[in-house]
């Protein structure tokens, strides 16, 4: 089945700084690629999404991009602030109905 | 627009108790629902997921079961819980696609903090 990694684990920055966290999968068949911000206690909530015939999407201060031959997509963070600290998920559907889950990053940005 | 309702907010439950989380959703019709757990610090597990009334998909083998008795009504249950069973839970839809949740986001209930103790 799909397995998901997702790295750093925990990333620590300064206000006003980029963050960037990268998750790798294994199914190539893997068609669509969102991420969910969680904040302490609270629900996962989308922030950005990307499908395999995008190389790249930005909203804002977020972006994500996707290299399908190398089967893996990253998260990049610009300006970063306080209220962004938070988990962060990446995760992967090939199509069915499984949203596989990468095992989260703890962001801290130091104000 | 559409919203998703989960209850209890927090439970605590003796070994050996029954479970009962319900979940649902409003201003939708015919949504994929999902039952997600997530330990303390880790990320989600799923564990149930159904794209009909009646129809229930079990992806980890253990003492939990769901059902869907209505199309917008999701139930987690457990006849026993063990303490391994201490989680987050979370409920969530998605827009039912002919080919299933694909390229639809899901959107999650506030959970339920359960401690089994």
């Known amino acids: 089945g799909e397995n998901v990694e997702q790295h750093p684990s925990t990333l620590s920055v300064q206000e006003g700084d980029s963050a960037v966290i ?3 999968y294994s199914d190539s068949a893997s068609n669509y690629f969102p991420w969910y911000k969680q904040e302490l206690g609270k629900r996962p909530q989308l922030i950005i999404d990307i499908r395999s015939n995008v190389g790249e999407k930005k909203d804002q201060r977020i972006a994500v991009t996707l290299n399908k031959t190398a089967k893996h997509f990253s998260l990049h963070i610009t300006e970063t602030q306080p ?8 995760a992967v559907n090939t199509g069915g109905f499984k949203t596989i889950f990468g095992a989260g990053t703890r962001l801290f940005v130091k104000a | 627009s559409q919203t998703i309702h989960q209850w209890p907010a927090t439970l605590v439950q003796p070994v050996g108790s029954p479970l009962s989380l319900e979940c649902t959703v409003e201003g939708t019709s ?3 629902l999902y039952w997600y757990r997530q330990a303390a610090g880790r990320g989600l597990q799923l564990l149930f997921y159904s794209v009909g009334i009646g129809q229930i ?5 253990q003492n939990l079961s769901a059902s869907r008795p209505q199309d917008r009504q999701f139930i987690l249950s457990s006849k026993k819980l063990l303490l391994s069973d201490s989680g987050f839970y979370l409920c969530a839809w998605s827009v039912q696609r002919t080919r299933g949740a694909g390229n639809s986001p899901l959107h999650f209930g506030n959970g339920t903090r359960l401690t089994v103790t």
Not at chain 1, 83 to 90: G, H, I, N, Q, T
Not at chain 2, 57 to 61: H, R
């Open chain 1, 22 to 24: 990268k998750c790798t």
């Open chain 1, 83 to 90: 209220e962004d600290s938070a988990v962060y998920f990446c």
């Open chain 2, 30 to 32: 015919n949504p994929n």
């Open chain 2, 57 to 61: 998909s079990s992806e980890v083998p």
